[in-house]
């Protein structure tokens, strides 16, 4: 199994960036998918998740600014981050759930004020 992130960067405030996660060795389509994150000096946090039938649910810091989506042709999952803000800084992993939990090697996003 291999999850694979992409899109971080360094952004300004009110800035938008997009992640990217490509899975590969499951069955993505049977997969509930997540994205978690990591600031320094704290504990990996939970940020959005989508079910195998595109359920979606956020945590209460990022809603009504965040989207996560699904592509099951693609075996890709998205997470969308608009209106960014300094405290949004972490390294952002992706997360797969089947029988076992699988984890990405993490993005960085950097919100500079």
């Known amino acids: 199994v291999q999850l694979v992130e992409s899109g971080g960067g360094l952004v300004q405030a009110g800035g938008s960036l997009r992640l990217s996660c490509v899975a590969s060795g499951i069955s993505f389509g049977s997969a509930s998918m997540g994205w978690y994150r990591q600031a320094p000096g704290k504990q990996r946090e939970f940020v959005a998740h989508?079910?195998?039938?595109?359920?979606?649910n956020y945590a209460n810091s990022v809603k009504g600014r965040f989207t996560i989506s699904r592509d099951n042709a693609k075996n890709t999952v998205y997470l969308q981050m608009n209106s960014l803000k300094p405290e949004d800084t972490a390294v952002y992993y992706c997360?797969?759930?089947?029988?076992?939990?699988?984890w990405g090697q993490g993005t960085q996003v950097t919100v500079s004020s």
């Open positions: 989508i079910s195998s039938v595109g359920t979606t």
């Open positions: 997360m797969a759930r089947l029988t076992y939990i699988y």
